[in-house]
């Protein structure tokens, strides 16, 4: 009888051998598991400590704003301070100390320039918002730091930031410039012009109206709340309760919302309606900066008749107007009569025009700028579309001049042509300016 042969033996040691390796694998892997362990306890260690070092809380509204995470960048460190102090403090007697929000837009720079170059101490505030080419912003905040004037990179709703400002610099007067600037942009983007010209605006206020001492402010209306109004030229009395745009309401709105707090807090605000700024370091936005683009680079310009066929014309004021309105505002401002945010009396409250008072056709704009550039226009002449602009600007600035002097100067044709110059210089476009040389800027 034969035997199959007996694999017990050989059975049991591969069993024990697989035991033996599992029970090698389990060492193993708790051996690693260990060193896996201690070693991230450490990671995580450094990591704490790392962390605590340079944390600086925020409070819980952080999380409602985007722009909170800059109180915590920019809000703290001796460099950063001292930089706000040294750029806020004056330089002559009895100099100002001047915050300007909006410092790196078209007026805001230049009011900043010539706070600066007077003798007065200016800290800027801006979001470098993306509503045209912020690299303009960014060359504007160059040269504005060669001038050592330090602009705050911050949001005017961050009141975490402002009063943290506050603190810092008793600030004489507040030059608020910034705002969601654009008739037609108002019909894409309707909440920024909420946020900014009427929660911004709010939220400054409410700032400045804590603060100890409260400062004056002026701050920009704009010739557009006078909306439909149909007197020539637009006077400061005349009805502005039929605004033709967003953009006009909300600056209606800051207009009474002005006066609220002048009333119930005592503070001191001029408001300023600007009529069609145009000059060197301008917005692209506005027609005589793109007409000059579309003309260079020949392509069609469209040119807006009213309805009833009519030109339409503006109050064209040149940059170097407004800031001499800007600053004479400044310097007749009276102080803030509140204190510890309670009115202790009756505080000044203004509004004034500054425009040019010599309305001109859009049609004219385009003729000097086809002589100053030698180039011919593709003209495309089209009714107005209902997008909110207005057919017809025109200042009467008589009480500005009575107030503070405010008497402009610079006609179209010679703002224009420092326009077109600075434009040619800055883009590093060939020199086509008539009396100008024809060499590269």
């Not at 894409?188 to 004056?216: C, H, M, R």
């Not at 370091?281 to 008749?305: C, E, V």
């Not at 107005?384 to 025109?394: A, E, F, S, W």
């Amino acid at each position: 009888m034969a035997f199959s042969p007996d694999t017990s033996k050989t059975t049991k040691v591969e069993r024990y051998n697989s035991y033996i390796r599992r029970v090698n694998t389990t060492k193993l892997l708790a051996a690693s598991s260990k060193v896996l362990f201690r070693a991230t306890l450490l990671v995580s260690i450094v990591l704490i400590f790392f962390f605590t070092i340079n944390y600086h809380p925020l409070s819980n509204s952080s999380i409602t704003s985007p722009h909170r995470h800059l109180s915590a960048f920019y809000g703290s460190g001796a460099a950063w301070e001292k930089q706000v102090r040294h750029s806020s403090t004056p330089r002559r007697p009895n100099g100002f100390s001047v915050l300007v929000t909006g410092a790196a837009g078209f007026v805001g720079t230049h009011c900043s320039l010539a706070l600066k170059k007077r003798g007065d101490g200016v800290l800027g505030l801006d979001n470098f918002n993306t509503y045209y080419d912020p690299s303009l912003k960014r060359a504007r905040q160059k040269m504005l730091s060669t001038h050592e004037i330090f602009i705050v990179e911050a949001d005017l709703n961050d009141a975490e930031l402002l009063s943290k400002l506050f603190d810092i610099v008793p600030f004489t007067h507040v030059l608020h410039l910034a705002a969601q600037a654009g008739v037609r942009y108002a019909m894409q983007n309707p909440q920024s012009y909420i946020k900014s010209n009427i929660a911004g605006f709010v939220n400054l206020l409410e700032i400045t109206k804590a603060a100890d001492p409260q400062p004056s402010i002026v701050w920009a209306s704009s010739s557009s709340v006078y909306g439909l109004n149909t007197e020539n030229p637009f006077s400061e009395s005349d009805r502005t309760d039929q605004p033709a745009s967003l953009y006009a309401a909300t600056k209606k709105a800051g207009e009474e919302i002005a006066h609220t707090y002048n009333h119930i807090y005592g503070l001191s605000l001029t408001g300023l309606r600007f009529f069609t700024v145009y000059g060197p370091w301008g917005r692209p936005d506005m027609a005589y900066f793109f007409f000059t683009k579309d003309l260079l680079q020949s392509k069609a310009i469209n040119i807006y008749k009213t309805q009833d066929d009519k030109e339409v014309a503006r109050d064209f004021t040149y940059i170097d107007d407004i800031v001499k309105g800007c600053l004479g505002a400044l310097d007749t401002a009276e102080k803030s009569t509140g204190s510890g945010g309670k009115k202790k009396g009756p505080a000044q409250l203004r509004i004034y025009n500054l425009g040019n008072t010599s309305p001109v056709s859009v049609g004219k704009l385009v003729s000097i700028l086809e002589s100053l550039l030698n180039v011919k226009a593709k003209k495309h002449v089209i009714r107005m579309p209902r997008n909110g602009d207005v057919p017809y600007t025109h200042a009467n600035v008589s009480l500005a001049y009575n107030d503070f002097g405010y008497k402009p100067t610079t006609d179209l044709s010679t703002g224009l042509r420092k326009f077109v110059k600075w434009y040619l210089s800055y883009y590093g476009i060939q020199s086509r300016v008539k009396g100008e040389s024809g060499t590269k800027n």
